[in-house]
Protein backbone atom coordinates (compact mmCIF):
# COMPACT_ATOMS: atom_id res chain seq x y z
CA UNK A 1 0.00 0.00 0.00
CA UNK A 2 2.59 2.23 0.01
CA UNK A 3 3.18 2.25 -3.70
CA UNK A 4 4.70 6.07 -4.89
CA UNK A 5 1.75 7.80 -7.21
CA UNK A 6 3.85 7.92 -10.29
CA UNK A 7 0.72 7.38 -13.05
CA UNK A 8 -2.34 9.86 -13.01
CA UNK A 9 -5.18 8.72 -15.34
CA UNK A 10 -7.97 11.32 -16.45
CA UNK A 11 -10.81 10.04 -18.13
CA UNK A 12 -12.54 12.52 -19.97
CA UNK A 13 -11.61 15.66 -21.27
CA UNK A 14 -13.89 19.24 -21.71
CA UNK A 15 -12.96 21.85 -19.60
CA UNK A 16 -12.84 19.47 -16.12
CA UNK A 17 -10.65 17.26 -17.73
CA UNK A 18 -8.11 19.80 -18.89
CA UNK A 19 -8.21 22.10 -16.14
CA UNK A 20 -7.53 19.11 -14.09
CA UNK A 21 -4.59 18.01 -15.96
CA UNK A 22 -3.33 21.24 -15.92
CA UNK A 23 -3.32 22.36 -12.80
CA UNK A 24 -1.55 18.97 -11.62
CA UNK A 25 1.06 19.27 -14.73
CA UNK A 26 2.06 22.99 -13.78
CA UNK A 27 2.09 22.15 -9.91
CA UNK A 28 3.83 19.50 -9.77
CA UNK A 29 6.10 20.46 -13.51
CA UNK A 30 5.18 17.19 -15.20
CA UNK A 31 6.85 18.53 -18.91
CA UNK A 32 10.28 19.14 -16.92
CA UNK A 33 10.43 15.35 -16.16
CA UNK A 34 9.67 14.65 -12.45
CA UNK A 35 8.83 11.26 -12.47
CA UNK A 36 4.90 12.19 -12.48
CA UNK A 37 3.33 11.17 -15.88
CA UNK A 38 -0.23 12.69 -16.68
CA UNK A 39 -2.16 10.93 -19.20
CA UNK A 40 -5.43 12.40 -20.49
CA UNK A 41 -7.99 9.49 -22.16
CA UNK A 42 -10.58 11.67 -24.48
CA UNK A 43 -13.29 9.98 -26.66
CA UNK A 44 -13.27 11.02 -30.22
CA UNK A 45 -16.66 10.19 -30.47
CA UNK A 46 -18.75 12.34 -27.23
CA UNK A 47 -19.14 15.90 -27.94
CA UNK A 48 -18.71 18.68 -25.19
CA UNK A 49 -21.86 19.60 -23.25
CA UNK A 50 -20.37 23.40 -23.15
CA UNK A 51 -23.27 24.93 -20.32
CA UNK A 52 -21.26 26.42 -18.23
CA UNK A 53 -20.14 29.47 -20.35
CA UNK A 54 -19.80 31.53 -17.52
CA UNK A 55 -16.69 31.63 -14.77
CA UNK A 56 -15.65 33.42 -11.80
CA UNK A 57 -12.72 35.47 -10.42
CA UNK A 58 -11.05 32.53 -9.68
CA UNK A 59 -10.42 32.13 -13.84
CA UNK A 60 -8.14 34.51 -13.61
CA UNK A 61 -5.38 32.69 -11.19
CA UNK A 62 -6.25 29.44 -12.82
CA UNK A 63 -5.25 30.78 -16.21
CA UNK A 64 -1.82 32.36 -14.37
CA UNK A 65 -1.49 29.02 -12.57
CA UNK A 66 -1.53 27.08 -15.95
CA UNK A 67 1.21 29.92 -17.68
CA UNK A 68 -1.95 30.80 -20.20
CA UNK A 69 -1.22 34.57 -21.82
CA UNK A 70 -4.77 36.28 -21.06
CA UNK A 71 -4.51 37.81 -24.74
CA UNK A 72 -4.07 34.78 -26.00
CA UNK A 73 -7.19 32.86 -24.08
CA UNK A 74 -9.79 35.97 -24.79
CA UNK A 75 -8.22 35.76 -28.60
CA UNK A 76 -8.38 31.62 -28.86
CA UNK A 77 -11.68 31.11 -26.44
CA UNK A 78 -14.04 34.01 -28.01
CA UNK A 79 -13.90 35.29 -24.53
CA UNK A 80 -15.20 38.73 -23.09
CA UNK A 81 -15.37 40.28 -19.89
CA UNK A 82 -17.88 39.21 -16.77
CA UNK A 83 -18.24 41.68 -13.77
CA UNK A 84 -21.54 39.85 -12.17
CA UNK A 85 -24.85 39.07 -12.92
CA UNK A 86 -27.89 41.03 -13.50
CA UNK A 87 -31.39 39.43 -11.85
CA UNK A 88 -34.44 40.97 -13.81
CA UNK A 89 -38.14 40.11 -12.81
CA UNK A 90 -37.42 37.72 -9.74
CA UNK A 91 -38.93 39.56 -6.94
CA UNK A 92 -42.21 40.86 -8.67
CA UNK A 93 -42.26 40.36 -11.77
CA UNK A 94 -42.69 43.37 -13.26
CA UNK A 95 -40.39 45.19 -16.16
CA UNK A 96 -38.74 47.57 -14.09
CA UNK A 97 -37.72 45.03 -11.55
CA UNK A 98 -33.99 43.83 -11.26
CA UNK A 99 -31.27 43.78 -8.68
CA UNK A 100 -27.13 43.17 -9.16
CA UNK A 101 -24.54 40.90 -7.99
CA UNK A 102 -21.10 42.25 -8.41
CA UNK A 103 -17.73 40.93 -8.32
CA UNK A 104 -16.64 43.19 -6.06
CA UNK A 105 -17.17 44.06 -2.15
CA UNK A 106 -19.83 46.73 -1.05
CA UNK A 107 -17.75 50.31 -0.52
CA UNK A 108 -16.58 50.42 3.04
CA UNK A 109 -17.12 46.24 3.76
CA UNK A 110 -15.07 45.57 6.71
CA UNK A 111 -15.49 49.04 8.27
CA UNK A 112 -18.58 49.95 8.71
CA UNK A 113 -22.30 47.99 8.47
CA UNK A 114 -23.12 49.67 5.43
CA UNK A 115 -26.23 47.26 4.77
CA UNK A 116 -27.52 48.37 7.97
CA UNK A 117 -27.23 52.14 7.23
CA UNK A 118 -28.23 51.62 3.56
CA UNK A 119 -31.75 50.08 4.78
CA UNK A 120 -32.32 52.83 7.33
CA UNK A 121 -31.32 56.00 4.93
CA UNK A 122 -33.68 53.77 2.10
CA UNK A 123 -37.01 53.80 5.01
CA UNK A 124 -36.35 57.42 5.75
CA UNK A 125 -36.50 58.06 1.74
CA UNK A 126 -32.93 59.22 2.62
CA UNK A 127 -31.58 57.28 -0.51
CA UNK A 128 -32.95 55.82 -3.40
CA UNK A 129 -30.19 53.32 -5.15
CA UNK A 130 -30.55 49.74 -4.76
CA UNK A 131 -28.31 48.45 -2.46
CA UNK A 132 -25.69 47.26 -5.11
CA UNK A 133 -25.77 50.92 -7.25
CA UNK A 134 -25.41 52.97 -3.61
CA UNK A 135 -22.10 50.44 -2.09
CA UNK A 136 -20.73 49.31 -5.48
CA UNK A 137 -19.55 50.95 -8.66
CA UNK A 138 -19.72 47.91 -10.65
CA UNK A 139 -23.75 47.94 -11.47
CA UNK A 140 -22.78 51.45 -13.41
CA UNK A 141 -20.08 50.27 -15.15
CA UNK A 142 -22.70 47.04 -16.52
CA UNK A 143 -25.30 49.42 -16.91
CA UNK A 144 -22.99 51.34 -19.12
CA UNK A 145 -21.62 48.46 -20.89
CA UNK A 146 -18.50 49.47 -19.86
CA UNK A 147 -15.51 46.95 -19.27
CA UNK A 148 -13.52 46.20 -15.97
CA UNK A 149 -10.25 47.42 -17.52
CA UNK A 150 -8.72 49.55 -19.91
CA UNK A 151 -6.10 48.18 -22.64
CA UNK A 152 -3.22 49.87 -20.75
CA UNK A 153 -4.29 47.44 -17.84
CA UNK A 154 -1.73 44.60 -17.76
CA UNK A 155 -3.15 40.74 -17.96
CA UNK A 156 -5.38 39.63 -15.04
CA UNK A 157 -5.03 43.32 -13.63
CA UNK A 158 -8.41 44.94 -12.75
CA UNK A 159 -9.77 48.58 -12.29
CA UNK A 160 -13.39 46.50 -11.25
CA UNK A 161 -12.97 42.96 -10.37
CA UNK A 162 -13.96 40.90 -13.43
CA UNK A 163 -14.52 36.84 -14.46
CA UNK A 164 -14.93 35.98 -18.15
CA UNK A 165 -17.78 34.58 -20.50
CA UNK A 166 -16.49 31.75 -23.11
CA UNK A 167 -16.99 29.75 -25.58
CA UNK A 168 -16.60 26.09 -23.92
CA UNK A 169 -15.64 24.21 -26.73
CA UNK A 170 -12.99 25.96 -27.96
CA UNK A 171 -11.63 26.73 -24.38
CA UNK A 172 -11.40 23.26 -24.08
CA UNK A 173 -9.40 22.71 -27.63
CA UNK A 174 -7.15 25.65 -26.25
CA UNK A 175 -6.70 24.09 -22.93
CA UNK A 176 -5.76 20.73 -24.85
CA UNK A 177 -3.07 22.20 -26.79
CA UNK A 178 -1.46 24.06 -23.89
CA UNK A 179 -1.83 21.44 -22.05
CA UNK A 180 -0.17 18.80 -24.46
CA UNK A 181 2.21 21.08 -25.45
CA UNK A 182 3.82 23.14 -22.89
CA UNK A 183 2.26 21.50 -19.75
CA UNK A 184 3.58 17.29 -20.77
CA UNK A 185 0.01 16.15 -20.68
CA UNK A 186 0.25 12.86 -22.82
CA UNK A 187 -3.21 13.10 -24.86
CA UNK A 188 -5.09 9.82 -25.86
CA UNK A 189 -7.45 9.77 -27.79
CA UNK A 190 -10.08 6.84 -27.18
CA UNK A 191 -13.09 5.26 -26.03
CA UNK A 192 -12.87 3.42 -22.69
CA UNK A 193 -14.63 0.29 -22.83
CA UNK A 194 -13.92 -1.53 -19.60
CA UNK A 195 -12.81 -0.65 -15.88
CA UNK A 196 -9.78 -3.23 -14.28
CA UNK A 197 -10.33 -3.53 -10.70
CA UNK A 198 -7.85 -4.83 -8.36
CA UNK A 199 -8.49 -6.91 -5.09
CA UNK A 200 -9.32 -3.69 -2.98
CA UNK A 201 -11.48 -2.40 -5.37
CA UNK A 202 -8.72 0.10 -6.28
CA UNK A 203 -8.54 0.78 -10.42
CA UNK A 204 -5.45 -1.12 -12.09
CA UNK A 205 -5.88 -0.22 -15.90
CA UNK A 206 -9.29 1.06 -17.95
CA UNK A 207 -9.29 -1.15 -21.32
CA UNK A 208 -9.78 1.58 -24.41
CA UNK A 209 -10.79 0.41 -28.05
CA UNK A 210 -7.88 2.38 -29.90
CA UNK A 211 -5.31 2.46 -27.06
CA UNK A 212 -5.57 -1.12 -25.16
CA UNK A 213 -5.14 -1.04 -21.53
CA UNK A 214 -3.91 2.13 -19.82
CA UNK A 215 -3.02 1.44 -15.98
CA UNK A 216 -2.73 3.92 -13.24
CA UNK A 217 -2.28 4.76 -9.53
CA UNK A 218 -4.88 7.47 -9.46
CA UNK A 219 -7.74 7.91 -11.44
CA UNK A 220 -9.81 10.81 -12.39
CA UNK A 221 -13.40 10.94 -13.68
CA UNK A 222 -14.21 13.29 -16.03
CA UNK A 223 -16.53 11.55 -17.96
CA UNK A 224 -19.65 13.76 -17.57
CA UNK A 225 -22.96 13.09 -16.43
CA UNK A 226 -22.39 9.19 -16.91
CA UNK A 227 -19.74 9.46 -14.41
CA UNK A 228 -18.33 6.13 -15.82
CA UNK A 229 -15.48 5.28 -13.16
CA UNK A 230 -16.85 6.30 -9.75
CA UNK A 231 -20.66 6.10 -10.06
CA UNK A 232 -20.95 3.40 -12.96
CA UNK A 233 -17.88 1.11 -11.70
CA UNK A 234 -17.51 2.02 -7.85
CA UNK A 235 -21.14 2.36 -7.16
CA UNK A 236 -21.08 5.54 -5.50
CA UNK A 237 -24.82 6.56 -5.65
CA UNK A 238 -26.35 9.96 -6.81
CA UNK A 239 -27.69 12.21 -4.04
CA UNK A 240 -30.24 14.11 -5.73
CA UNK A 241 -32.08 17.75 -4.88
CA UNK A 242 -34.51 17.89 -7.04
CA UNK A 243 -36.54 18.70 -4.10
CA UNK A 244 -34.69 21.59 -2.82
CA UNK A 245 -34.12 23.09 -6.51
CA UNK A 246 -36.81 22.12 -9.00
CA UNK A 247 -34.77 23.21 -12.36
CA UNK A 248 -34.37 20.18 -14.60
CA UNK A 249 -34.44 20.39 -17.93
CA UNK A 250 -32.55 23.54 -19.82
CA UNK A 251 -33.57 24.72 -24.16
CA UNK A 252 -29.83 26.59 -25.14
CA UNK A 253 -29.42 28.23 -28.39
CA UNK A 254 -26.70 30.20 -30.12
CA UNK A 255 -27.70 33.97 -30.97
CA UNK A 256 -25.89 36.12 -33.61
CA UNK A 257 -25.51 39.61 -33.00
CA UNK A 258 -27.50 41.33 -35.12
CA UNK A 259 -24.31 43.76 -36.78
CA UNK A 260 -20.71 43.21 -35.69
CA UNK A 261 -20.28 46.33 -33.21
CA UNK A 262 -23.56 45.25 -31.19
CA UNK A 263 -22.87 45.96 -27.70
CA UNK A 264 -21.51 42.93 -25.58
CA UNK A 265 -22.97 42.87 -21.67
CA UNK A 266 -19.94 42.55 -19.55
CA UNK A 267 -22.70 40.59 -17.14
CA UNK A 268 -24.71 37.29 -17.08
CA UNK A 269 -28.18 38.70 -17.54
CA UNK A 270 -30.78 36.56 -15.88
CA UNK A 271 -34.17 36.73 -15.89
CA UNK A 272 -37.28 34.92 -14.58
CA UNK A 273 -40.21 33.56 -16.43
CA UNK A 274 -43.18 31.91 -15.18
CA UNK A 275 -41.40 28.73 -14.26
CA UNK A 276 -37.66 29.20 -14.27
CA UNK A 277 -35.32 31.59 -16.16
CA UNK A 278 -33.24 32.51 -19.42
CA UNK A 279 -29.67 32.94 -18.98
CA UNK A 280 -27.97 35.41 -21.83
CA UNK A 281 -24.35 35.48 -21.87
CA UNK A 282 -22.47 37.69 -24.47
CA UNK A 283 -19.21 36.68 -26.10
CA UNK A 284 -17.50 38.16 -28.94
CA UNK A 285 -19.13 36.72 -31.79
CA UNK A 286 -22.61 35.56 -30.53
CA UNK A 287 -24.71 35.45 -27.41
CA UNK A 288 -25.36 32.17 -25.46
CA UNK A 289 -28.79 32.39 -24.37
CA UNK A 290 -30.74 29.54 -22.66
CA UNK A 291 -34.20 28.80 -20.57
CA UNK A 292 -33.86 26.57 -17.55
CA UNK A 293 -36.94 25.14 -16.15
CA UNK A 294 -38.79 22.94 -13.97
CA UNK A 295 -40.84 20.23 -16.43
CA UNK A 296 -42.98 20.01 -13.20
CA UNK A 297 -44.38 23.71 -13.64
CA UNK A 298 -44.42 24.11 -17.24
CA UNK A 299 -44.46 22.35 -20.70
CA UNK A 300 -40.92 22.16 -22.86
CA UNK A 301 -43.60 23.32 -25.80
CA UNK A 302 -44.57 26.63 -23.50
CA UNK A 303 -40.56 26.75 -22.45
CA UNK A 304 -40.12 27.07 -26.19
CA UNK A 305 -42.25 29.55 -26.48
CA UNK A 306 -40.83 31.70 -23.12
CA UNK A 307 -37.52 31.29 -25.16
CA UNK A 308 -38.73 32.33 -28.71
CA UNK A 309 -40.43 35.26 -27.50
CA UNK A 310 -36.80 36.17 -25.66
CA UNK A 311 -34.80 35.94 -28.59
CA UNK A 312 -37.01 37.55 -31.20
CA UNK A 313 -37.58 37.19 -34.77
CA UNK A 314 -34.50 35.38 -35.35
CA UNK A 315 -35.38 32.56 -33.10
CA UNK A 316 -36.63 30.32 -36.19
CA UNK A 317 -33.19 30.30 -37.80
CA UNK A 318 -31.69 28.78 -34.73
CA UNK A 319 -31.20 25.83 -34.03
CA UNK A 320 -32.82 24.67 -30.21
CA UNK A 321 -30.42 21.89 -27.98
CA UNK A 322 -32.52 20.15 -25.05
CA UNK A 323 -29.80 19.65 -21.99
CA UNK A 324 -31.37 17.67 -18.84
CA UNK A 325 -30.39 18.55 -15.68
CA UNK A 326 -30.21 16.22 -12.61
CA UNK A 327 -29.83 18.61 -9.65
CA UNK A 328 -27.44 16.74 -7.44
CA UNK A 329 -24.14 15.76 -6.60
CA UNK A 330 -22.35 11.11 -5.60
CA UNK A 331 -22.76 11.13 -2.07
CA UNK A 332 -18.71 10.55 -2.47
CA UNK A 333 -16.45 12.30 -4.40
CA UNK A 334 -13.41 10.42 -3.90
CA UNK A 335 -13.70 6.50 -3.51
CA UNK A 336 -10.36 4.12 -3.38
CA UNK A 337 -8.05 5.58 -6.14
CA UNK A 338 -10.74 7.38 -8.23
CA UNK A 339 -12.10 11.15 -7.90
CA UNK A 340 -14.71 12.53 -9.58
CA UNK A 341 -14.54 15.99 -10.65
CA UNK A 342 -16.97 18.19 -12.99
CA UNK A 343 -20.25 16.91 -14.13
CA UNK A 344 -19.31 13.60 -13.26
CA UNK A 345 -19.36 14.88 -9.74
CA UNK A 346 -22.33 16.43 -9.71
CA UNK A 347 -24.26 19.05 -11.68
CA UNK A 348 -26.98 21.45 -9.83
CA UNK A 349 -28.14 24.35 -12.37
CA UNK A 350 -26.14 27.24 -13.96
CA UNK A 351 -27.40 29.96 -11.87
CA UNK A 352 -24.37 31.77 -10.41
CA UNK A 353 -22.31 29.50 -12.67
CA UNK A 354 -20.88 27.29 -9.80
CA UNK A 355 -20.17 24.46 -12.12
CA UNK A 356 -16.57 25.86 -13.52
CA UNK A 357 -15.76 27.19 -10.29
CA UNK A 358 -16.16 23.46 -8.99
CA UNK A 359 -13.94 22.21 -11.15
CA UNK A 360 -11.15 24.90 -10.29
CA UNK A 361 -11.33 24.05 -6.61
CA UNK A 362 -11.18 20.30 -7.21
CA UNK A 363 -8.05 20.73 -9.80
CA UNK A 364 -6.66 22.58 -6.91
CA UNK A 365 -7.14 20.64 -4.15
CA UNK A 366 -6.21 17.89 -6.53
CA UNK A 367 -3.01 19.18 -7.45
CA UNK A 368 -1.33 20.77 -4.11
CA UNK A 369 -2.68 17.34 -1.63
CA UNK A 370 -2.25 14.82 -4.36
CA UNK A 371 -1.17 11.83 -2.33
CA UNK A 372 2.55 11.00 -2.11
CA UNK A 373 1.85 7.26 -2.15
CA UNK A 374 -1.47 4.58 -1.49
CA UNK A 375 -0.64 4.68 1.93
CA UNK A 376 -2.06 8.00 2.44
CA UNK A 377 -4.60 8.39 -0.14
CA UNK A 378 -7.63 7.35 1.93
CA UNK A 379 -6.54 10.31 4.55
CA UNK A 380 -6.69 13.00 1.27
CA UNK A 381 -9.82 11.30 0.05
CA UNK A 382 -11.67 11.55 3.54
CA UNK A 383 -10.21 15.37 3.96
CA UNK A 384 -11.44 15.93 -0.24
CA UNK A 385 -14.78 14.41 0.38
CA UNK A 386 -15.40 16.64 3.90
CA UNK A 387 -14.27 19.65 2.05
CA UNK A 388 -16.78 19.15 -1.29
CA UNK A 389 -19.59 17.64 0.66
CA UNK A 390 -19.68 21.07 2.21
CA UNK A 391 -18.96 23.02 -0.63
CA UNK A 392 -21.79 21.85 -2.50
CA UNK A 393 -24.05 22.11 0.66
CA UNK A 394 -23.11 26.05 0.55
CA UNK A 395 -23.78 26.17 -3.13
CA UNK A 396 -27.55 24.80 -3.08
CA UNK A 397 -28.09 27.13 -0.10
CA UNK A 398 -27.17 30.18 -1.77
CA UNK A 399 -29.26 28.81 -5.11
CA UNK A 400 -32.23 28.26 -3.34
CA UNK A 401 -32.06 31.76 -1.61
CA UNK A 402 -32.63 33.19 -4.88
CA UNK A 403 -36.21 31.62 -5.29
CA UNK A 404 -37.03 32.05 -1.48
CA UNK A 405 -37.05 35.10 -1.55
CA UNK A 406 -39.56 35.73 -4.65
CA UNK A 407 -42.39 37.33 -4.22
CA UNK A 408 -43.86 36.21 -7.25
CA UNK A 409 -47.43 34.29 -7.10
CA UNK A 410 -47.99 34.01 -10.66
CA UNK A 411 -46.99 30.23 -11.24
CA UNK A 412 -47.11 27.36 -8.49
CA UNK A 413 -43.22 27.17 -9.27
CA UNK A 414 -42.49 30.36 -7.14
CA UNK A 415 -44.59 29.71 -4.81
CA UNK A 416 -43.19 26.02 -4.03
CA UNK A 417 -40.27 27.30 -3.81
CA UNK A 418 -40.99 29.39 -0.65
CA UNK A 419 -42.23 26.36 0.60
CA UNK A 420 -40.48 24.90 4.23
CA UNK A 421 -40.04 21.76 3.39
CA UNK A 422 -37.95 22.31 0.50
CA UNK A 423 -35.64 24.31 1.99
CA UNK A 424 -32.38 23.12 4.01
CA UNK A 425 -32.31 23.64 7.43
CA UNK A 426 -28.89 25.32 7.42
CA UNK A 427 -30.71 28.04 5.25
CA UNK A 428 -33.13 28.36 7.45
CA UNK A 429 -31.36 29.08 10.44
CA UNK A 430 -29.32 31.80 8.08
CA UNK A 431 -32.04 33.57 7.31
CA UNK A 432 -33.53 33.28 10.86
CA UNK A 433 -29.78 34.97 11.86
CA UNK A 434 -30.48 37.64 9.18
CA UNK A 435 -33.76 39.07 10.33
CA UNK A 436 -31.55 40.52 13.32
CA UNK A 437 -28.23 41.28 11.81
CA UNK A 438 -26.88 41.12 8.33
CA UNK A 439 -24.67 38.66 6.65
CA UNK A 440 -20.98 39.13 8.21
CA UNK A 441 -17.77 37.24 7.84
CA UNK A 442 -18.83 35.68 11.53
CA UNK A 443 -21.54 33.61 9.64
CA UNK A 444 -19.40 31.49 8.00
CA UNK A 445 -16.31 29.83 10.23
CA UNK A 446 -14.80 27.31 7.62
CA UNK A 447 -12.25 28.08 5.35
CA UNK A 448 -14.03 26.15 2.31
CA UNK A 449 -16.78 29.06 1.62
CA UNK A 450 -17.91 29.34 -1.85
CA UNK A 451 -19.59 32.81 -1.58
CA UNK A 452 -18.91 35.37 1.29
CA UNK A 453 -20.97 37.25 3.37
CA UNK A 454 -20.82 40.05 0.95
CA UNK A 455 -22.48 37.87 -2.01
CA UNK A 456 -25.38 37.23 0.71
CA UNK A 457 -25.55 40.79 1.06
CA UNK A 458 -25.80 41.19 -2.59
CA UNK A 459 -28.98 38.67 -2.68
CA UNK A 460 -30.53 39.22 0.23
CA UNK A 461 -31.14 43.38 0.04
CA UNK A 462 -31.44 43.16 -4.13
CA UNK A 463 -34.94 40.98 -3.48
CA UNK A 464 -36.34 43.64 -0.44
CA UNK A 465 -35.10 41.70 2.30
CA UNK A 466 -35.38 43.57 5.55
CA UNK A 467 -33.63 43.44 8.75
CA UNK A 468 -34.98 44.19 12.05
CA UNK A 469 -31.96 46.40 13.94
CA UNK A 470 -34.29 47.28 16.71
CA UNK A 471 -32.26 44.98 19.01
CA UNK A 472 -29.28 45.46 17.52
CA UNK A 473 -29.13 49.73 17.58
CA UNK A 474 -25.20 49.53 17.61
CA UNK A 475 -24.96 48.71 14.29
CA UNK A 476 -26.26 52.15 13.17
CA UNK A 477 -23.80 54.12 15.10
CA UNK A 478 -21.28 55.14 12.23
CA UNK A 479 -23.47 57.36 9.76
CA UNK A 480 -19.89 59.58 9.50
CA UNK A 481 -18.44 56.55 8.16
CA UNK A 482 -20.62 55.23 6.41
CA UNK A 483 -21.85 58.54 4.46
CA UNK A 484 -18.40 59.00 3.56
CA UNK A 485 -18.40 55.44 1.98
CA UNK A 486 -21.32 56.11 0.27
CA UNK A 487 -20.33 59.63 -1.14
CA UNK A 488 -16.67 57.74 -2.52
CA UNK A 489 -18.70 55.18 -3.94
CA UNK A 490 -20.46 57.96 -6.22
CA UNK A 491 -17.23 59.68 -6.76
CA UNK A 492 -16.10 55.87 -8.17
CA UNK A 493 -18.68 55.84 -10.57
CA UNK A 494 -18.59 59.65 -12.06
CA UNK A 495 -14.59 58.23 -12.21
CA UNK A 496 -14.74 54.83 -14.36
CA UNK A 497 -17.71 56.20 -16.47
CA UNK A 498 -15.09 58.94 -17.60
CA UNK A 499 -12.47 56.49 -18.08
CA UNK A 500 -13.43 53.31 -18.88
CA UNK A 501 -13.99 51.78 -22.60
CA UNK A 502 -16.88 49.50 -23.54
CA UNK A 503 -16.71 46.18 -23.23
CA UNK A 504 -16.89 46.11 -27.28
CA UNK A 505 -14.32 48.76 -27.48
CA UNK A 506 -11.67 46.97 -25.45
CA UNK A 507 -12.32 43.24 -26.85
CA UNK A 508 -11.64 44.72 -29.97
CA UNK A 509 -8.29 46.33 -29.07
CA UNK A 510 -7.32 43.22 -27.17
CA UNK A 511 -7.66 41.39 -30.54
CA UNK A 512 -5.95 43.63 -32.52
CA UNK A 513 -2.76 45.19 -30.18
CA UNK A 514 -2.89 42.52 -26.83
CA UNK A 515 -2.79 43.49 -23.12
CA UNK A 516 0.45 44.26 -21.55
CA UNK A 517 1.49 41.06 -19.91
CA UNK A 518 2.71 41.04 -16.23
Not at 104 to 121: C, D, I, R, V
Not at 376 to 397: G, H, L
Not at 459 to 465: A, I, K, R, S
Request: aromatic share 10%; proline share 4%; hydrophobic share 40%.
Amino acid sequence: MNNKITSVVIVGGGTAGWITAGRIAAHHRTATGNNLKITLIESPNIPIIGVGEGTWPTMRSTLMKLGISETDFIRECDASFKQGAKFARWVTGTPDDFYYHPLMLPQGFGKTNMAAHWQELRNQQKLQQSFSAATCFQESLCESGLAPKMITTPEFNAVANYAYHLNAGKFSVFLQKHCSEKLGVQHVLADVTGVNLADNDDILSVTTEQAGVISGDLFIDCSGFQSLLLGQHLQVPFVDYKDVLFIDSALAVQVPYETEDAPIASHTISTAQDAGWIWDIGLVHRRGVGHVYSSRHTTEEQAMERLQSYVGHTFNNLSVRKIPIHCGHRKLFWKNNCVAVGLSAGFLEPLEASAIVLVELSASMIAEQLPACRDVMDIVAKRFNDTFTYRWARIIDFLKLHYILSKRTDNAFWVDNRDPSTIPDSLQELIKLWRYHPPGDQDFTSNNEVFPAASYQYVLYGMGFETDYSCSQHLLRDHAVAREQFDKNQKNIEQVLRSLPSNRELLNKIHLHGLQTI
